[in-house]
Every structure is written in structure tokens, then in C-alpha cells.
């Protein structure tokens, strides 16, 4: 008899008859005599709807307000999986995050978990109980309601995973696994049976939706083997673990890809210490998340400081960055917000020659320009014109022959 | 400054509108210099929402995981308000039913409140907080989810008033107060501006839906002055307390009614001891309520019993009583599911004759035939055909001059 944990994403539950169906799927990993621990997020677009009502009323509604409105989401559909289980003549039990003891720091909204008290849990598996918890939500000391923020139900259920001792972490989602591209695509694009936790890291950091990579690192801590696969379909999926061979002869695992760049120049910054700081201190602040940075070499003291952010953040950035460039003497700032970046990844390209001239090799053949580069141990990645993305992600997938 | 705890029905908070609305009346209430803890139901419709979609999954959903599921409605309504109340620059925080210090026992669906811990409430309103708490709901001793069943956010209000020792429970809902009848049937009937606990528990009890008669008892069993308002209008509604003067001039002070009204009569029941019991005791373990119960004299040691059910119980009453009644050598078993009550009430009614004789009076000259009377020291209820309760209500309002 093993504990599993399973997860289970807002789309696999986003109506009655799907959590019916992921209520079979429960039920066929209790009955080979497993402990089943489930983990589920809201509804379908449950938490969009609840933020949207939100922002009717307050445009700039409370974080602790909005974290209690918000794990109402996943409350709602724990439950109604627990008495889809009852209805098929199971035991279940459907706790809160709070019940779970999930107990997290009081950052709302993207709370991180402290300690899991399993207490409860333990109980009621012992009577015989399939154990559904919210995921995504948590408890402060002071008994306030915190959500996860992104990434959350994925952690919850590696953090419950890490706590019970469980013997696998199976996230449930609309995909069939990691693939060695997106699939929409390549076409030709293959299915991961098995990926490290580092690789699986950089892939998910770099584009790749299926995972967050904030549950994949907690994963890695606690070495919690982490299957994805598809809620829909009985494929075997991806295990992500920490015992993958890493010479695998084709040591590029897999191309990610991202559209969500937009890049910020300033130019002619003299090159003085303290200038980095002065720029990326006040962008801290403003809670801008700053992705890729280079600087160039200078030349007579004066250099260009170039740096990355989502292209929502992209006005933000520039009202922040506009007066500290004209207060330290540079000659000017410009922006692009038609960016992408694509990465290739993989453990084999640890101290092996060569993946980088092939790359740019690749990628020059279809007349692509590079604007930025920056490297990894284990990855490359590239920033490109936006157009470009798809094509470059298809060569590249050619270039070192993913497509099996 | 003194504490003022107000509760708000569902209607009242059905939009974003109308949550707005809400706020602006609580923060006028602020403004004053009071402190205020505010107890809000689901918004509209949502509770039957939350049932459907269970029903969908369960035809027969466990109650523990009903009263958890349910409970995320009031979550939703009240975190909604403290965001209101914060777009209007007031500092406000929701509170569920745990955080609240409700504490109730584990009879799902119809929780008893058992004790209120008000230290966090306190805490909040000594910060200044406007303090929004779920109504409805509680929890166990092992943190599990309790709702309180029918009249719960009322009961919820009146035990937040009673812990926190406010100086008056406010109910605001979607009627101007308490009438002396239905104003749909009868348009003269006149808003009473206040009236005692007992005679709005026998109000409450036989009919007027107003409010529910457990929260009128705890305000009763508390002393606590109990307000029913419009939320929609400033008009000054009732006011229900000890206080009121006993020797009001006309001593009916109102008349309830109540459709909802089914009979059934054991004709031929030989009239020995233990009789009554081998069938109400059934009935009881059956979970059907009993109202009114008649026993006719005895004719040569044969009585006839008869009591009233809601309708929709009516047909599982009938199966648990008739076996019963073949058993125990009855001649028949008949039911009639067309009834309805009519009630007049007062405290000056006690120890005073001629209401009895007045009220009988008042329906016969309408040609209405009475099926079955009870009273008690402050009331006098007569059973009639449903369809002609409204007719009875009208006469009976004239009989005793209620139109004012």
C-alpha cells in the first residue's frame, strides 16, 4: 500500500460531469489499495469570475480580502469531488487548507508555505478516507486566509506530498506531459517518459506552461518524483526525478519558448560603480520582476545596460527607469515590447562544446536575428523579434533532432 | 460610542450595486461614532446555487461536506463588503465564522451555536476596523465547517450582539418592520414600532416571516433590543425588546398566517395509555416535525388524533403512520394537504376573555369553518381551508382594529 498524492487543475474540475469523472480516476487508485491524498484548484474560471466581482467593487481591492474571496474557489470544488466520490459509494473528506494544516507567512497573494501539520490528514486516512484538499490556500499564525499565488496548487500538492512521505506527486492537467517543444508548434514534438528536476526547472522557467517552476524546485528539495500527465487520457505522462542518467546521447531534452518579453535599453550610462544598482533598486520597489540583464562592454567609460520584463510590466518599468537615466547622465532610453525568447535545455550540455554555435547556427540559416543571449550550465537561450518565436522554436527542434 | 452589530439579509447584498449600498449605510452608522460588526448572508441566490450544483453531483450529499461547501457563500459576501467599504476609504475586515470565534456543535446543517470567543472581533475593532463577519455558519471543536440551518445569519447577529454586549442588534432586510398582518393581504395593516419578544416569537413562530423565531428567542433569552429595518429605505422600523408596555390598549397586536399546512387524522384509535407515543415517537425518529396535535374526547374508550405537518412532509408522515395505525387497531388514516393557519397574538390577551369568542366570530360571519384551534397564553391559532387564510387574515385585522 503506497500514499499518493494526486493534483488536479481548474480545468479538469470545471464542471459537474468532469469532476465525476476525475472522481473514477480517484477511485481506481483507491482501489489498488493506495492511500489517496487529492489536491484541486478552483473550478474551470471560478477565480477569474471571483476577481473580476472584486474589481466591481474596488478597483484596488485588499490582498488579504481578495485571498479569502479567492480560496472560496477551491473550497467549492473540493467539496463537491468529495461527494462525487461519496455518490460512488467512497469515503472522502474534504478539507481546507487551513483544515490540511497548510501554515504559510502572511504575504498575501503569494503566500509561501512554512510547515504542513499532517495531523488531520494522517487521521483521516487512517479511518479509510480519500483526503480532497484546497489547494492553493493556506493559514497564517493569526488564522487569516493566504492564497499561493502562482504555481499554487502545484505546490500545494508537492508540499502535502513532501510531508506525508508520499511515494509519488502526480499532477493532473490538460497536457500529456513534458514535451521536447510545445506541440502546437512542432508537431513532431515528443513526450518526455522521464526528465531531471534541473531540466525540468529551466524548461518550465523558460516557457514551458505545464509546470510552475516553483513546485518543480520544491520537488528537487525534498526529491518528490513529480508525474504529469493528462487528466483526460490514460498516457503514461512525464515522471520528473532526480535519477535521470545524464549522459543521454541527444543531450538537448527540449526547446522552451516565451512571448511575454519586452526589452528596455538605456544607453550611454557612464560606467561608474553603483550605476546598476541605482536603477535596479527603484524597479525592485516598484515590484517589477527584472528577467534577463546585460550590460555591454564599455568604451571610454560609457556603456549601454540593457534588461528584460513581462511586457505587461513594460510603462511600469519605463515611468521608473525614465527620470533615474536622465538623473545619472545617460544619453537615452528606449523600449521594445515585441520580443520573445526561445531556450534550448538540457543536463548533456554541461561542459560539452558546441550547442551554442549550433544554435546560433540554426536560427542564423532562417535569417533570425539574436538581440540578447543569455546562458545557463544547462541552458542557452536566445531573445528574438516576437514574429519569430514559432519558426525559430521549429528549427531549433530540427537542429538537434528532438523529433525522436 | 457605543456598539451597534447589523446584520444584512441576502437580498440586500444580491449585486455589486446593491454590496455598495450596504457600505454606504454601515459607514453612516461609523460615521456616528459607533463601533460596528456587521453579519452578512450569501448574496441572492447563491445558497440554492451551491445546492444544485451539489444535488448535480450527490442526490444525497453529506452534510458535513453541504454545510462546508455553503459556507464559502458568506465568505464571498462579506469579503465583498470589507472591499466596499475600503473603496470608500473606511478600514474594514472580513471575518468567516471560525475567525469569528463561533464555535457550534457537529450537527451539520442545523449547528447550535455553543459559545462566541470575541477576542479577535475585539481586536479588529480596537484597531478601528469596521468588522464584516459570515453569518450562517461555525465551527466544531475539530475545526470543521458548520452551518446553523434556517434563521442562522440572524441567530449569528443576535449571538455576536449578546458576546460583544451591543447596544442593539439591527436585521435589516427587505421588509419596512413587523405589521399587524401581511401587508400583500392586508395593504391597511400598520408597522408596529416595537413590540415584546414574546409576542414576536409567536409571530415569528405561527407565520410572519420576518424573522426567524430562534433568533428572537436568543434575544429573549439575552436581553438583547433586536431592530428589524429596510436595508432599501431610512424608514425607522420595529423594534423588539422587554420593555414594551403590557397593558397596550388593543390587546391583539398582530395576526400571522401560514400556508404551509398539512393534516392528518387517526380516526378509531382505542384510547389507551401509550397510544400517542407509539406514533409521534417514529414520526420523531423519522426527522418530521410535529406542529399542532388535537385529541378529541373519547367515545367509549375510541378517540380520534389528529396533527399537522408541512406539506412537503405530509407523504413520508403518512408512510410512517399508517402501519402504525393498522397496529394499533385504528379504523383509518386520513390527510388532507389543503390547509392553512391563521393566528391571532398579544400579550394582553393573558387571563382576558372574549378573543377567543371574537376571532370565531369573526370567521364564521365569513362562513369559514374552523378544522382545528390551539392557543396559547398569548395566542389563539385556527386551522382553515388554505384558500380561505387570506380572507381570514383580512376579517380577523378588522375584528380586533388593527388597521390603526
Known amino acids: 500500500m503506497a500514499l499518493i498524492v494526486q493534483k488536479y487543475g481548474g480545468s479538469s474540475v470545471a464542471d459537474a460531469e468532469k469532476i465525476k469523472n476525475v472522481a473514477k480516476r480517484i477511485a481506481q487508485t483507491k482501489d489498488k489499495g493506495n492511500q489517496v491524498v487529492v489536491v484541486v484548484s478552483a473550478m474551470g474560471n471560478t477565480t477569474d469570475e471571483l476577481i473580476k466581482l472584486a474589481y466591481q467593487i474596488n478597483e484596488r481591492p485588499d490582498e488579504r480580502e481578495l485571498d479569502m474571496l479567492l480560496s472560496t474557489g477551491e473550497i467549492i470544488s473540493c467539496t463537491l469531488l468529495a461527494m462525487a466520490l461519496e455518490a460512488m459509494g467512497y469515503e472522502a473528506i474534504s478539507l481546507s487548507g487551513a483544515q490540511a494544516g497548510i501554515r504559510t507567512d502572511a504575504v498575501y497573494s503569494r503566500a509561501r508555505i512554512q510547515s504542513v501539520d499532517p495531523e488531520r490528514i494522517t487521521r483521516e ?125 541527444n543531450k538537448v531534452r527540449g526547446i522552451a519558448h516565451d512571448l511575454d518579453v519586452a526589452k528596455i535599453t538605456v544607453v550611454g550610462v557612464p560606467d561608474r560603480p553603483g550605476i546598476a544598482a541605482s536603477i535596479f533598486e527603484p524597479l525592485a520597489k516598484a515590484n517589477i520582476s527584472i528577467d534577463t540583464i546585460v550590460q555591454n562592454a564599455s568604451i571610454n567609460n560609457i556603456t549601454d545596460l540593457t534588461f528584460t520584463v513581462a511586457k505587461s510590466q513594460l510603462a511600469k518599468a519605463m515611468d521608473v527607469v525614465k527620470p533615474i537615466a536622465k538623473s545619472i547622465g545617460a544619453r537615452e532610453c528606449s523600449s521594445d515590447a515585441k520580443l520573445g525568447k526561445v531556450s534550448i535545455i538540457g543536463t548533456g550540455m554541461q561542459n560539452t562544446p558546441g550547442y551554442a554555435a549550433r544554435m546560433f547556427g540554426a536560427l542564423k540559416e532562417k535569417g533570425i536575428n539574436i538581440e540578447l543571449i543569455t546562458t545557463s550550465e544547462i541552458r542557452i537561450t536566445c531573445i528574438i523579434d516576437e514574429a519569430k518565436v514559432k519558426e525559430a522554436v521549429k528549427a531549433l527542434h530540427r537542429a538537434f533532432e528532438l523529433e525522436g
Chains 1, 2 share one sequence.
Request: charged share 20%; glycine share 12%; proline share 4%.
Open 125 to 249: 486516512l487512517d479511518k479509510g478516507n480519500i483526503v480532497i484538499v484546497a489547494g492553493f490556500q493556506g493559514i497564517t499564525d493569526d488564522m487569516d486566509i493566504t492564497t499561493l499565488g502562482r504555481g499554487g496548487s502545484d505546490t500545494t500538492a508537492v508540499a502535502l506530498a513532501t510531508s506525508l512521505g508520499a511515494e509519488v506527486c502526480q499532477i493532473y492537467t490538460d497536457v500529456e506531459g513534458v514535451f521536447t517543444a510545445d506541440p502546437r508548434i512542432v508537431p513532431e514534438a515528443q513526450k518526455l517518459s522521464e526528465i531531471g528536476y534541473e531540466e525540468m526547472l529551466e524548461l518550465a522557467t523558460y516557457g514551458a506552461k505545464v509546470m510552475h517552476p516553483r513546485a518543480v524546485e520544491l520537488g528537487e528539495l525534498f526529491n518528490v518524483p513529480i508525474l504529469v500527465a493528462s487528466s483526460f487520457t490514460d498516457n503514461p505522462g512525464t515522471l520528473i526525478h532526480g535519477g535521470v542518467a545524464m549522459e543521454v546521447r
